[in-house]
T-cell receptor
Framework: DQQVKQNSPSLSVQEGRISILNCDYT??????FLWYKKYPAEGPTFLISISSIKDKNEDGRFTVFLNKSAKHLSLHIVPSQPGDSAVYFC?????????????FGQGTTLQVKP | EAQVTQNPRYLITVTGKKLTVTCSQN?????MSWYRQDPGLGLRQIYY???????DKGDVPEGYKVSRKEKRNFPLILESPSPNQTSLYFCASARQGTYTEAFFGQGTRLTVV
């Protein structure tokens, strides 16, 4: 059973607008959440993370929101740029397990149109 | 330049022919891991290693072996590859205490016919 789900396989937005990527999880033991970005023919690169003790983390144009009661997180990109076009993976971890194990979602392909 | 290097990038092989995918990192990271990416399933962990001579199974270890004899290298071994191991494989490394903010290699596209 998929513990981390990204229900939207793809998203298309206009340059300059907001992109919102969503992620749901089922395991209440997860206490650390991350977003990775992947370009074609490259490996994923770490983008932003959030601990379960917070509900928001911001880094430049990227903000991650965490709603623990709903077991939901989202990544907001404002403003979106064509270079943001990539596959975005949500991932979760139980840091207390100290294994570094990441559970990934299926990924959402973001296309930002000029 | 800090990087994780995988070889080969592309490989086509036949069922049952043993193969090794190499992974090397130059960041002196303690933690290394292998993932496979399949359509609709995201990335799933195969094996991980917390340090030299310390390895453990991930979510999908069947059909794979790993070794960690040196800190920088973490090869993935398929003793008898089968078509269901056709996938895109990623190696990752991270320093101790930040295991989840991993650096990934560029990937190895494996096809088993």
């Amino acid at each position: 059973d998929q513990q981390v789900k990204q229900n939207s396989p793809s998203l298309s937005v206009q340059e300059g607008r907001i992109s919102i990527l969503n992620c749901d999880y089922t395991n209440s033991m997860f206490d650390y959440f991350l977003w990775y970005k992947k370009y074609p023919a490259e490996g994923p690169t770490f983008l932003i993370s959030i601990s379960s003790i917070k509900d928001k983390n911001e880094d430049g144009r990227f903000t991650v929101f965490l709603n623990k009661s709903a077991k939901h997180l989202s990544l907001h990109i404002v403003p979106s740029q064509p270079g943001d076009s990539a596959v975005y993976f949500c991932a979760a971890s139980a840091e207390t397990s100290n294994t570094g194990k990441l559970i990934f979602g299926q990924g959402t392909t973001l296309q930002v149109k000029p | 330049e800090a990087q994780v290097t995988q070889n080969p990038r592309y490989l086509i092989t036949v069922t049952g022919k043993k193969l090794t995918v190499t992974c090397s990192q130059n960041m002196n990271h303690e933690y290394m891991s292998w993932y496979r990416q399949d359509p609709g399933l995201g990335l799933r962990q195969i094996y991980y290693s917390m340090n030299v001579e310390v390895t453990d199974k991930g979510d999908v270890p069947e059909g794979y072996k790993v070794s960690r004899k040196e800190k920088r290298n973490f090869p993935l071994i398929l003793e008898s590859p089968s078509p269901n191991q056709t996938s895109l494989y990623f190696c990752a490394s991270a320093r101790q205490g930040t295991y989840t903010e991993a650096f990934f290699g560029q990937g190895t596209r494996l096809t088993v016919v």
